[in-house]
């Protein structure tokens, strides 16, 4: 452009010349005053420079660099005028100047702009780009419409709008339509997605519009929330596939910082199952709050890799002064947990680690007795033997009023921390029970989304069962926040919300993947739901407390329960007795000592022990 600049200004001056004297070859004046014509040629191209006009991409000019070109010329115009009026004889026409800023500023903003025009017009249409609608014309969705109109990817054809005041209006060159008139606009319009640019609508209003959306089978990608976009960890146009928690209707929980910090800042954290779902999102939370030490123990070699490298990865592009020490070793070996515990000097422990897969507990009883109660046994000694300030033991809904044996392991395991915290004076024990959580491992949603990627059929066990759900990163910050709160003994329950329909969480998940639900009503759908039954231990619905006596805390999503405790004689004799099953391989007895009566525990099914069923199998039993 400084080339094609050099030779045009001087055109321009000519052109002004043309305007003022109303000819088209004015020679004898410009003869005169021809050495103005290279220095507006040298000075225009330095003052361009000066302003850095040259060094703007002119795909993206905008705005700002026009305000340049502005005052570029401006101060170009001065010059001709100074050296027109005071040094050449005869003097300029004093309208010269004038003329030759408009003529001039005519010319710069036009051929740049021009260019920006044609790029976006072959991107537009010698690119094979997809039309896409835009849900939202407030000021997130022109900010994507500016974003796109350089996207080699989408091109935005028009905006979507529930506001009547914004309906039929023009916005950035697009017009607002109804929601109304979704469908019908797909159609005569050719759109491929819709983009949801509402970063800021309320649970209940995003999961209406989505949907809506599945309904229409219409595929939908979203902008990231406000919270994302404010603190940079996302950009407005860093679009992302909706995902089964857009449809939860659940409100975004606001962390309490002061209760997270309480039991981290400047502490020696330890994660028992730090490589697990609930633990690894738990270690993320801690290391963002600057704990002194955060050691991660973990029985999986590859876990502990993966959130080992991730957490390094993370504290050094946060430059957070926090020691990383991972741990493999497993719970139930006390000699080895009492020496990390020792060694780091551990203030606070959130003890994630425990088989949680119900059908994998009902095949494996007396590995999964021994890791959960066991485990959890020999850490709580531990921790009140060398003085630890916290421990959390990280529950479930499945242990209230259990039907499997994964439940009452954990039951059994809350029922230690709790007779232990009735014994302790310097640590705080305490545990928090809440229910499922999105795509942890063993979890229906990865489960699903596998299956519809395979063609279906998606599989549930009963049509009426129901669960409740909350993200992961949720769970673990109310965890931390509920640790925080704990005085000792404490139940903490997290509100859930509503319960969840599998079949409607199904439905919708299958409708979020642009397929549709082939039914009674729809026999032409692409994926088939089909019902197994319900499976050993597994119950038609998830409780979260034991009795009716609850409180709330001063978190709104934090609820206290106050629940018996058995006597401590009786907790040990019956661990006892379980110990001694564990030792003879007596499945049927260690089976018998979980259902005793302050467990909660009725099972619902045989004993389908993988060792125990090969064996009856041998011995002609089964």
Same mark, same amino acid.
């Given at each position: 452009?400084?080339?094609?600049?050099?030779?045009?200004?001087?055109?321009?001056?000519?052109?002004?010349?043309?305007?003022?004297?109303?000819?088209?070859?004015?020679?004898?004046?410009?003869?005169?005053? @021809? @050495?103005?014509?290279?220095?507006?040629?040298?000075?225009?191209?330095?003052?361009?420079?000066?302003?850095?006009?040259?060094?703007?991409?002119?795909?993206?000019?905008?705005?700002?660099?026009?305000?340049?070109?502005?005052?570029?010329?401006?101060?170009?115009?001065?010059?001709?005028?100074?050296?027109?009026?005071?040094?050449?004889?005869?003097?300029?026409?004093?309208?010269? $100047?004038? !003329?030759?800023?408009?003529?001039?500023?005519?010319?710069?903003?036009?051929?740049?702009?021009?260019?920006?025009?044609?790029?976006?017009?072959?991107?537009?249409?010698?690119?094979?780009?997809?039309?896409?609608?835009?849900?939202?014309?407030?000021?997130?969705?022109?900010?994507?419409?500016?974003?796109?109109?350089?996207?080699?990817?989408?091109?935005?054809?028009?905006?979507?709008?529930?506001?009547?005041?914004?309906?039929?209006?023009?916005?950035?060159?697009?017009?607002?339509?109804?929601?109304?008139?979704?469908?019908?606009?797909?159609? %005569?319009?050719?759109?491929?997605?819709?983009?949801?640019?509402?970063? +800021?609508? %309320?649970?209940?209003?995003?999961?209406?519009?989505?949907?809506?959306? /599945?309904?229409?089978?219409?595929?939908?990608?979203?902008?990231?929330?406000? +919270? =994302?976009?404010?603190?940079?960890?996302?950009?407005?146009?860093?679009?992302?596939?909706?995902?089964?928690?857009? !449809?939860?209707?659940?409100?975004?929980?606001?962390?309490?910082?002061?209760?997270?910090?309480?039991?981290?800042?400047?502490?020696?954290?330890?994660?028992?199952?730090?490589?697990?779902?609930?633990?690894?999102?738990?270690?993320?939370?801690?290391?963002?709050?600057? $704990?002194?030490?955060?050691?991660?123990?973990?029985?999986?070699?590859?876990?502990?890799? %993966?959130?080992?490298?991730?957490? &390094?990865?993370?504290?050094?592009?946060?430059?957070?002064?926090?020691?990383?020490?991972?741990?493999?070793?497993?719970?139930?070996? #006390?000699?080895?947990?009492?020496?990390?515990? +020792?060694?780091?000097?551990?203030?606070?422990?959130?003890?994630?680690?425990?088989?949680?897969?119900? $059908?994998?507990?009902?095949?494996?009883?007396?590995?999964?007795?021994?890791?959960?109660?066991?485990?959890?046994?020999?850490?709580?000694?531990?921790?009140?033997?060398?003085?630890?300030?916290?421990?959390?033991?990280? %529950?479930?809904?499945?242990?209230?009023?259990?039907?499997?044996?994964?439940?009452?392991?954990?039951?059994?395991?809350?029922?230690?921390?709790?007779?232990?915290?009735?014994?302790?004076?310097?640590?705080?024990?305490?545990?928090?029970?809440?229910?499922?959580?999105?795509? +942890?491992?063993?979890?229906?949603?990865?489960?699903? !989304?596998?299956?519809?990627?395979?063609?279906?059929?998606?599989?549930?066990?009963?049509?009426?069962?129901?669960?409740?759900?909350?993200?992961?990163?949720?769970?673990?910050?109310?965890?931390?926040? /509920?640790?925080?709160?704990?005085?000792?003994?404490?139940?903490?329950?997290?509100?859930?919300?509503?319960?969840?329909?599998?079949?409607?969480?199904?439905?919708?998940?299958?409708?979020?993947?642009?397929?549709?639900?082939? &039914?009674?009503?729809?026999?032409?759908?692409?994926?088939?739901?089909?019902?197994?039954?319900?499976? $050993?231990? #597994?119950?038609?619905?998830?409780?979260?407390?034991?009795?009716?006596?609850?409180?709330?805390?001063?978190?709104?999503?934090?609820?206290?329960?106050? =629940?018996?405790?058995?006597?401590?004689?009786?907790?040990?004799?019956?661990?006892?007795?379980?110990?001694?099953?564990?030792?003879?391989?007596?499945?049927?007895?260690?089976?018998?000592?979980?259902?005793?009566?302050?467990?909660?525990?009725?099972?619902?099914?045989?004993?389908?022990?993988?060792?125990?069923?090969?064996?009856?199998?041998?011995?002609?039993? =089964?």
């Amino acid at each position: 452009m400084m080339m094609v600049d050099a030779i045009l200004i001087p055109i321009c001056l000519w052109c002004a010349y043309v305007l003022r004297l109303a000819e088209w070859w004015p020679w004898e004046r410009m003869i005169v005053h @021809w @050495w103005v014509f290279p220095f507006a040629s040298i000075a225009g191209v330095a003052i361009f420079t000066h302003f850095r006009i040259y060094r703007s991409v002119l795909r993206y000019i905008g705005s700002h660099t026009l305000v340049l070109i502005l005052k570029s010329i401006v101060l170009l115009s001065v010059c001709i005028m100074i050296l027109g009026f005071f040094v050449v004889d005869p003097i300029m026409p004093r309208s010269v $100047p004038i !003329l030759f800023a408009f003529v001039c500023t005519a010319y710069v903003a036009s051929t740049r702009y021009l260019y920006r025009y044609y790029y976006r017009w072959v991107l537009t249409h010698l690119l094979n780009k997809e039309s896409v609608a835009i849900y939202g014309a407030g000021g997130a969705g022109v900010q994507l419409a500016t974003a796109l109109a350089d996207s080699a990817e989408f091109k935005a054809v028009a905006y979507i709008d529930d506001s009547e005041n914004l309906q039929g209006a023009i916005v950035h060159g697009l017009r607002v339509y109804s929601g109304e008139d979704l469908i019908k606009l797909v159609e %005569s319009l050719d759109i491929k997605h819709v983009l949801l640019a509402l970063p +800021s609508a %309320s649970p209940d209003d995003r999961s209406r519009i989505v949907e809506k959306l /599945a309904r229409a089978n219409i595929n939908a990608l979203t902008v990231p929330a406000m +919270s =994302e976009i404010v603190t940079g960890r996302a950009q407005i146009d860093t679009l992302r596939k909706l995902e089964i928690k857009d !449809l939860l209707g659940r409100k975004a929980v606001v962390p309490d910082q002061a209760l997270i910090t309480a039991s981290l800042l400047g502490k020696s954290v330890m994660v028992t199952g730090a490589g697990g779902s609930i633990g690894s999102e738990i270690c993320r939370q801690v290391i963002r709050n600057n $704990p002194k030490k955060l050691v991660l123990f973990e029985a999986c070699e590859y876990n502990l890799y %993966s959130i080992e490298r991730e957490l &390094n990865d993370h504290f050094k592009s946060e430059n957070l002064e926090c020691e990383i020490l991972p741990i493999l070793g497993n719970v139930c070996d #006390e000699n080895h947990i009492h020496k990390v515990i +020792s060694t780091f000097g551990i203030q606070t422990i959130y003890h994630a680690a425990a088989y949680k897969h119900v $059908p994998l507990v009902e095949q494996n009883v007396l590995v999964g007795i021994r890791n959960n109660i066991f485990g959890t046994k020999t850490v709580c000694e531990s921790a009140i033997k060398l003085g630890v300030e916290r421990f959390i033991l990280i %529950s479930t809904d499945k242990a209230v009023r259990t039907t499997n044996i994964m439940g009452a392991t954990k039951r059994f395991a809350e029922l230690i921390v709790q007779d232990i915290a009735k014994r302790s004076d310097k640590t705080i024990f305490t545990m928090v029970r809440f229910g499922n959580v999105l795509g +942890s491992s063993g979890s229906v949603v990865p489960l699903f !989304l596998e299956q519809i990627d395979n063609g279906g059929p998606v599989t549930i066990t009963h049509p009426d069962i129901t669960r409740y759900f909350m993200t992961i990163p949720e769970a673990a910050l109310l965890v931390i926040q /509920a640790g925080s709160l704990a005085v000792g003994g404490d139940v903490f329950v997290l509100e859930m919300g509503k319960k969840v329909k599998i079949v409607d969480l199904a439905c919708r998940m299958i409708e979020l993947s642009g397929r549709t639900v082939k &039914n009674a009503d729809n026999p032409h759908g692409e994926i088939e739901i089909a019902f197994t039954g319900l499976r $050993p231990g #597994e119950k038609m619905t998830e409780e979260l407390v034991i009795g009716c006596n609850i409180s709330n805390t001063v978190h709104p999503y934090i609820l206290t329960a106050q =629940e018996d405790v058995p006597s401590s004689e009786k907790l040990q004799s019956l661990l006892e007795a379980l110990d001694q099953a564990l030792t003879s391989f007596n499945i049927e007895h260690a089976i018998e000592f979980l259902s005793d009566p302050m467990i909660g525990f009725t099972p619902k099914s045989g004993i389908v022990d993988c060792i125990d069923t090969q064996q009856r199998m041998e011995l002609g039993t =089964e």
